[in-house]
């Protein structure tokens, strides 16, 4: 399965940087032992990699070698190509770019590279269909697209408007082969003027397609300003904190148990 990253976006909400956006430094990994900073889009990679993506294409600007640079030919696991997106042509015209490598029977899934979200591994929720969108809570819907459901079919995405019909947008969405190419050939006949990708799906449904939404997501956070980045380190910072809770829950676990078979052979704990 390819993972795509749309990363040829300007970045004018967090301007001035000296580099591309996706490479802002957002929270620390260890490589090695050692702890380094982590770029932003390193959180979508390992996440795509999570939810099954062995492939992942970077569409990038002309400008951001600086990302080729970064990355390589490979992140963990999973092999990593390029291509170039002219100008920044909206969601839609990044994604179907993709196609110049993704062949004709792999499923896609798209990530955006400028958020932070958790559970990270919640992409393993989706199913098998022609389309599927990993859903969130958010506060302010209105500054997303927000999906509305009917059970779990997507009835319509409201694409960041103020009086959203609902509070979960969506993070991230898959495609199989065949949803990919049909999303693809429609966006063609529609002369190529769809920038979001949330007004294509609506012209989707409308000719017969279907989408589905899960809810499996719990926060989300766009980086692409101040507030978002000071609001994804506190949640990386929580997220930390919940994962030693839960790394001391599990020692204290098995620490109970050893005692307890200990007590029952009638041994001592020297």
Same mark, same amino acid.
């Given at each position: 399965?390819w993972g795509v990253v ?26 090695? #032992? ?29 400008? @951001? ?42 499923? *896609? ?10 559970? @990270? ?6 199913? $098998? ?15 997303? $697209? ?27 969405? @898959? ?18 003027? $769809? ?21 499996? #997501? ?22 930390? $904190? *919940? ?22 052979f009638g041994g001592g704990?020297?």
């Amino acid at each position: 399965m390819w993972g795509v990253v749309p990363a040829a976006g300007r970045g004018s909400r967090i301007q001035p940087l000296a580099f591309s956006k996706e490479l802002l430094p957002v929270g620390s990994r260890s490589d090695g #032992g050692a702890d380094r900073p982590c770029a932003v889009s390193e959180y979508l990679v390992e996440r795509l990699i999570l939810g099954g993506a062995d492939k992942i294409c970077f569409v990038i600007a002309p400008g @951001k070698s600086d990302i080729l640079e970064y990355f390589g030919d490979h992140y963990g696991s999973a092999q990593l190509a390029y291509v170039v997106q002219p100008q920044a042509s909206g969601l839609c015209d990044a994604v179907f770019r993709a196609g110049t490598v993704v062949g004709d029977h792999e499923d *896609v899934v798209v990530g955006l590279p400028d958020t932070v979200w958790f559970p @990270k591994t919640a992409l393993g929720a989706l199913p $098998d269909a022609d389309l599927s969108f990993l859903l969130f809570p958010v506060e302010h819907p209105e500054f997303f $697209d927000a999906v509305v459901l009917d059970g779990d079919r997507v009835k319509e995405i409201q694409v960041k408007k103020l009086d959203a019909a609902s509070n979960w947008i969506w993070g991230a969405f @898959k495609m199989s082969a065949s949803g990919f190419r049909d999303l693809h050939l429609l966006w063609r006949d529609r002369d190529c003027q $769809d920038e979001y990708f949330g007004t294509l799906v609506n012209s989707y449904l409308a000719s017969g397609g279907s989408g589905i939404g899960v809810k499996a #997501g719990e926060s989300y956070v766009d980086v692409g300003t101040i507030h978002g980045y000071r609001t994804a380190m506190a949640l990386l910072a929580s997220n930390e $904190d *919940v994962d030693q809770q839960r790394s001391k829950l599990r020692a204290a676990s098995v620490t109970d148990t050893m005692a307890a078979s200990t007590r029952a052979f009638g041994g001592g704990v020297s």
